[in-house]
């Protein structure tokens, strides 16, 4: 087994210091329960150390690859996101009225450090997809929560931030790609994307890729943004899908690692599709204002990359004593016959302890804040709602 999930010091987290005690309290959480959460956890231990794990190292030999704008993701994928979806994991966090479990972020938080543990590339794609289901639950309107997000939190169809240009990174008020309105409510995209993860790949039937751009006419800079949906395959009212679109994939990235995670650039508006000329999408909330409306998923994306970090140092951690544990080399301190395993020699345990000790400390403070977010969305009192958010 290459990960196994650290439950016990997981749950003692989750219930001495972050408090579950409390966030079961707040409104929507009551059945958080203990044994809830316990059984919650196992699950996700089990499918992330049995689904995910083995696919981690060979999804890096095995990059995703494109060819003529489609993208083959690393071999088993396909397979391991369809049982991902099946098993409701995309919705742990998302509300119960659009299909997901209604869990605090608190446990979705575990989850997705196991997620991230066992193999970020996998885990980029439903990261992208929570972020752009809290923009559209934020900033969408009723018709377009009930049309897209179903589907999303069923792990259906997956989410894109599509805010990065060649000549914007940094500084998204150059962002030029543009949106001209048609008069029926619909916009066509014209531009190009880069570094888009997960912005195209053949593991869910659709990707609504939520995307920054400037309607003719509007003020330079950042105040002049407008956020879109614009789906790689039309979707009708009910939520069926329709033509293709006119946004295609020009290439992948070549990266260090997370290999089997396709970062895409994307064109909108090449006249390609089953469209005409331009993407079609539509505009979430008011014109204007998508960067304010981009930053909740960058600040859900933004946690998340932290949460990496805890997943990749606790991996590293499972590693090294692994390795410790088999190594042998060097008489022990203590005198001993012939070389003993490398863990038992001071430094190296000292060494081990540090890593341990880092990944804990980090747990914890992550875990904090998921608790804290709980709190700042669901606590009727609001004087507890704003000493969260801060
Ligand atoms: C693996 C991967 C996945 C990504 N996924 C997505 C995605 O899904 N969607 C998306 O839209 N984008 C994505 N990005 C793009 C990412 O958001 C950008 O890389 C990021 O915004 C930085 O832009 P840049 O690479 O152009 O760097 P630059 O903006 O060119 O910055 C280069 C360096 O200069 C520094 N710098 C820039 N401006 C300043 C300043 N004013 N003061 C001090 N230092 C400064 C930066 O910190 C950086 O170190 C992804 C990138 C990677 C590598």
Request: charged letters at 20%.
């Amino acid at each position: 087994m290459t990960y196994a999930a650290p439950l016990k010091d997981m749950l003692f987290v989750i219930r001495e210091l972050a408090g579950l005690d409390a966030v079961r309290k707040l409104p929507g959480f009551e059945e958080a329960t203990d044994d809830t959460v316990e059984a919650v956890l196992a699950e996700a231990a089990k499918f992330n150390a049995e689904v995910l794990a083995p696919l981690n190292r060979s999804g890096d030999l095995t990059p995703a690859t494109v060819k003529d704008g489609v993208v083959t993701t690393s071999p088993g994928f396909r397979d391991a996101f369809r049982l991902f979806a099946e098993s409701g994991w995309q919705g742990v966090l998302h509300p119960a009225e659009f299909g997901g479990q209604g869990l605090p972020k608190l446990v979705a938080t575990a989850c997705n450090e196991m997620l991230n543990s066992a193999n970020l590339s996998f885990a980029l794609c439903p990261l992208l997809t929570d972020g752009a289901i809290e923009a559209l639950l934020t900033a969408g309107t009723d018709v377009q929560k009930q049309v897209f997000l179903p589907k999303m939190i069923e792990g259906r169809w997956t989410g894109t931030m599509n805010l990065t240009e060649p000549q914007a990174g940094s500084d998204l008020s150059l962002v030029r790609t543009r949106a001209e309105p048609q008069g029926d409510g619909n916009y066509r995209l014209f531009g190009q994307k880069i570094f888009i993860t997960y912005g195209e790949h053949d593991m869910a039937e659709n990707i609504l890729h939520l995307v920054l751009a400037r309607i003719p006419g509007a003020p330079e800079g950042v105040k002049g943004i407008s956020l879109f949906i614009v789906p790689k395959y039309l979707v009708d009212a009910q939520g069926g899908i329709g033509k293709r679109n006119d946004v295609w994939c020009a290439s992948i990235e070549h990266k260090l690692g997370i290999n089997a995670s396709p970062t895409a650039v994307l064109v909108y508006g090449d006249d390609r599709g089953e469209v005409g000329a331009g993407a079609l999408g539509q505009l979430i909330g008011e014109e204007n204002r998508g960067l304010e409306y981009m930053f909740i998923m960058m600040n859900a994306a933004r946690f998340a990359v932290g949460m990496q970090g805890v997943s990749v140092a606790e991996g590293a951690y499972q590693k090294a004593v692994a390795y410790a544990r088999e190594r042998v080399q060097s008489r022990a301190v203590e005198g001993s016959s012939g070389p003993v395993p490398i863990i038992g020699h001071p430094d190296v345990r000292r060494m081990l302890m540090t890593m341990r000790a880092y990944t804990e400390g980090a747990r914890a403070l992550a875990y904090v804040a998921a608790a804290a977010a709980d709190a700042m969305h669901a606590s009727p009192e609001q004087a507890v709602a704003a000493a969260a958010a801060t």
